[in-house]
C-alpha cells in the first residue's frame, strides 16, 4: 500500500465512514465514486457474499442499472469468482476466458458487446471474506497488471473498512440489547420499590406513598432523608416511575463513591484533552440524564467546591463540560439522597445553605425499620423474592417464630441489614422455612433470645430512674407484638404465634393487663 498514497489516505477515510451513522451503504457508493476518477470501467459492481450467493449492493458506470442493482449470482456457478475469493488475489479476464467454462455474471442482465473485459477483485479481510468488486469494459483489453495490483490493494482496504462496519454493527446490537436488559433491570427495580410502599401497613409508610406520588407528577426536587439502608434510592426509583419521564432515563450518582478529583467530570462531563487520560469526550451524568431524572445520592458527601457549580446547573438548567467554554443545556428532574444531616453540616460550613434550599422544595423522610416493625411481613416476602431471583431459592416463606425474632431486632442497618439477614439464613438453611433459630443476629444491638422468642436487649438504667414492674413490661411488649399483626390473636403468624402462647392464655394476659382494644380490634374479634 505505500505505493499507493492516495489509496492509502482513502482507506483511512473509508474506515472511519464504516463507523459512522451513514453506514455501509453510504461506505459503498463512496469507494465506487473513487473508484471512477482512477480506473477505467464501463460496469463498477459491488457484490456482497450472503450464504453461498452474491449480492449486489451498488454499481457504477455507465452500463449501470436497477437490473444490476438487484442482481444476484450462485457462487458455485462460477469458478472464477470462487477462485478469487480462495486465493484472495484479483483477476483479469476477457470474453475468450468467459468461453473456458466461465460464464458472463452479467448474462441475461445486460447485453455486454462482444469482446468485453472484465476483472474481480475478492473483498477479505482477516478471517472473512465479504464479497467481490468487478469491473467490466467494453474494450477486449484486458486490464494491466499495474492497474490490478491497484484496484486489489483498494479492494483489501475496502474490505478493512467493511470489517470495522461488522464490527461496529455488533458493538451496537451489544449496546442495545445491554441497555434492553438495564431497562428491564430498571422496571423490575421500580416495581418492587412500588409494592413496597404501597402494600406497607403502618401509617408512616402509607403517608410517605401518598405525598411521594403526589410530588412525583411535578418536577419539584426532592429531597430524600433516611439512615443508612432505609431504601432511599428505591423510593428515587417509584417517585421516577410514578412521573411523566418514567420512558425516559434515570441515572443515579452516589457522590461518596466517588473520588473527589472525578466526580466535576462524572456529574458535567468533559472534553478531550480537559486533562491527563481524557483521550475523548464523554458525557456526564447531566447529560445522560437528559429528559429523566437524575438521583444525587449521597448529597452531603459533595465537595464544597463543585456545590457553586452544582447550584448553577440546577438554576439555569445548563452547564459546562471540563475544558470546555460551550454551554450544554439539560432538561433533568433531580432527586437527592443523604443519611447525614444537612442543617448540622451547613453549620459547620460543610454545606451550602442556599443548595440545600434549592434541592428541599419537598423533603420526604424515610423512617427507620425500627419504627416500622409492622411492614416486617411484606418486607421479607418482598426481599426474599428478590433474592429468589438473584441466588436461585425461590419459595423461602419465614414462619411465625422467624418473624417474632425479625420484629424484636432493632435493624440499625435497616433494609439493607434485613436483606443480609435474609440472603445468610436463606443460604445456611436447608428448607424452605426460616424459623427463628435461622436468623443469627447480632447479640447487644438489638435482641436477645428468650424462650424460644425475643426481647429487647436490656440498657444500663439511668441513676435515680423508675424501674418498670414486669407487668409493664409485659404490657408493652404484648401491646407491640399486637402492633405488629394488627390485632390479630389467631393462627399463623397471629400474636399468640409470635409469643408463644395459647390464644386462651394470651387473651387471658390481655384481660388481666387491661389490654382491651387495639386500632378498633378488640382481643375477642381479633
Not at 13 to 35: I, K, N, P, S
Not at 137 to 156: F, I, T
Not at 266 to 291: S, W
Request: charged share 25%.
Amino acid at each position: 500500500m505505500g505505493r499507493h498514497p492516495e489509496v492509502t489516505q482513502d482507506a483511512r477515510e473509508l474506515v472511519e465512514l464504516a463507523t459512522t451513522e451513514e453506514g455501509v451503504g453510504e461506505l459503498l457508493r463512496r469507494g465506487l465514486d473513487w473508484l471512477t476518477r482512477v480506473v477505467p470501467f464501463d460496469l463498477a459492481t459491488l457484490f456482497l457474499l450472503k450464504e453461498g450467493k452474491l449480492e449486489a449492493v451498488a454499481a457504477r458506470g455507465p452500463l449501470a442499472n436497477q437490473a444490476v442493482r438487484k442482481h444476484s449470482l450462485q457462487l458455485s456457478d462460477f469458478p472464477s469468482l470462487r477462485q478469487a475469493l480462495e486465493t484472495r488475489r484479483a483477476r483479469a479476464f476477457t470474453e475468450e476466458d468467459h468461453a473456458h467454462g466461465d460464464g458472463d455474471p452479467f448474462d441475461g442482465v445486460l447485453d455486454l458487446p462482444a469482446g468485453h473485459s472484465c476483472m474481480v477483485v475478492p473483498l477479505c479481510a482477516g478471517e472473512r471474506c465479504y464479497g467481490v468488486l468487478t469491473l467490466d469494459r467494453a474494450e477486449c483489453v484486458a486490464y494491466a497488471q499495474p492497474v490490478v495490483d491497484l484496484v486489489e490493494v483498494y479492494g483489501q482496504m475496502l474490505a478493512t473498512a467493511l470489517q470495522g462496519a461488522e464490527k461496529q454493527v455488533v458493538v451496537e446490537r451489544l449496546h442495545r440489547q445491554d441497555h434492553e436488559r438495564a431497562r428491564l433491570l430498571e422496571s423490575q427495580l421500580g416495581a418492587d420499590s412500588e409494592g413496597i410502599l404501597e402494600t406497607s401497613l403502618s401509617p408512616v409508610m402509607r403517608d410517605l406513598s401518598r405525598r411521594a406520588r403526589q410530588v412525583a407528577e411535578t418536577d419539584t426536587p426532592v429531597l430524600i432523608m433516611g439512615e443508612t439502608g432505609t431504601g432511599k434510592e428505591r423510593l428515587a426509583r417509584a417517585i421516577h416511575r410514578w412521573s411523566s419521564r418514567r420512558d425516559q432515563p434515570f441515572v443515579s450518582l452516589n457522590c461518596a463513591a466517588i473520588p473527589a478529583g472525578l466526580l466535576e467530570s462524572e456529574l458535567f462531563g468533559h472534553v478531550k484533552g480537559a486533562f491527563t487520560g481524557a483521550n475523548r469526550d464523554r458525557a456526564g451524568r447531566f447529560q445522560m440524564a437528559n429528559g429523566g431524572t437524575l438521583l444525587l445520592d449521597e448529597i452531603g458527601e459533595l465537595p464544597v467546591e463543585l456545590q457553586a457549580k452544582l447550584l448553577r446547573a440546577l438554576q439555569e438548567k445548563a452547564f459546562e463540560p471540563v475544558g470546555s467554554d460551550k454551554t450544554v443545556k439539560a432538561d433533568v428532574r433531580i432527586l437527592a439522597a443523604t443519611h447525614v444531616d444537612l442543617h448540622q453540616a451547613i453549620a459547620q460550613k460543610r454545606f451550602r445553605e442556599d443548595l440545600f434550599y434549592r434541592l428541599s422544595v419537598f423533603p420526604l423522610r424515610l423512617p427507620p425499620l425500627r419504627e416500622r416493625r409492622e411492614d416486617l411481613p411484606q418486607l421479607t416476602v418482598f426481599l426474599l423474592e428478590e433474592q429468589a431471583r438473584r441466588i436461585g431459592r425461590r419459595g423461602m416463606r419465614v414462619t411465625a417464630s422467624g418473624l417474632g425474632r425479625l420484629a424484636a431486632y432493632d435493624w440499625p442497618g435497616n433494609l439493607r441489614e434485613l436483606a443480609n439477614a435474609l440472603e445468610r439464613a436463606t443460604i445456611l438453611t436447608q428448607g424452605q422455612e426460616l424459623a427463628a433459630n435461622a436468623f443469627d443476629l447480632p447479640v447487644g444491638r438489638g435482641p436477645v433470645a428468650v424462650q424460644g422468642t425475643s426481647m429487647e436487649a436490656p440498657a444500663a438504667l439511668p441513676s435515680g430512674a423508675p424501674v418498670a414492674t414486669l407487668a409493664a413490661v409485659q404490657r408493652e411488649h404484648i401491646l407491640r407484638v399486637l402492633t405488629l399483626t394488627r390485632g390479630r390473636v389467631y393462627g399463623d403468624g397471629g400474636a399468640a404465634a409470635l409469643l408463644g402462647l395459647k390464644p386462651s392464655t394470651l387473651q387471658s394476659r390481655m384481660k388481666k393487663l387491661g389490654i382491651a382494644r387495639l386500632e378498633g380490634f378488640t382481643a375477642e374479634e381479633a
